[in-house]
């Protein structure tokens, strides 16, 4: 499934990669993604779950950090480690219990000429 039809530029700001997933039929999504850095460093990518077709609440998958006392969580999101091109495969796992699914992209920084996102596509699996 084609994600976007022209190129989206990374900025500073999160915004929507492509239109939300319906995932009620499936465990994992993959996004085959296409970066043209340009300027920009630390092109990020995250996805969020919605309980909705159009849901304006969205969710945030975790990371945990375990302490002594507590366990802390921070939003999850990807990011590049290198800041050149690059085609990458992308995996998130809902095991069947997230019905929607939003990619969102962001640039740690976005610079003069800001990279891009050329393509965008996503496949579903049940393993």
């Not at 969580?73 to 939003?102: H, R, S, W």
């Amino acid at each position: 499934m084609q994600l976007i039809t022209s190129a989206q530029t990374l900025t500073a700001s999160w915004v929507d990669l492509g239109a939300e997933l319906d995932m009620s039929s499936y465990k994992r999504a993959l996004i085959w993604i296409n970066l043209d850095i340009n300027d920009s460093l630390n092109a990020r990518v995250r996805a969020l779950g919605k309980l909705a077709n159009n849901a304006t609440l969205e969710y945030s998958f975790p990371i945990k950090v375990v302490g002594s006392s507590d366990v802390k969580v921070d939003d999850e999101y990807i990011e590049f480690n290198v800041d050149a091109d690059q085609q990458m495969i992308l995996e998130v796992e809902t095991n069947g219990l997230i019905p929607f699914l939003q990619f969102q992209i962001q640039a740690g920084t976005a610079g003069v000429a800001p990279g891009q996102f050329d393509n965008a596509d996503a496949t579903f699996s049940n393993l």
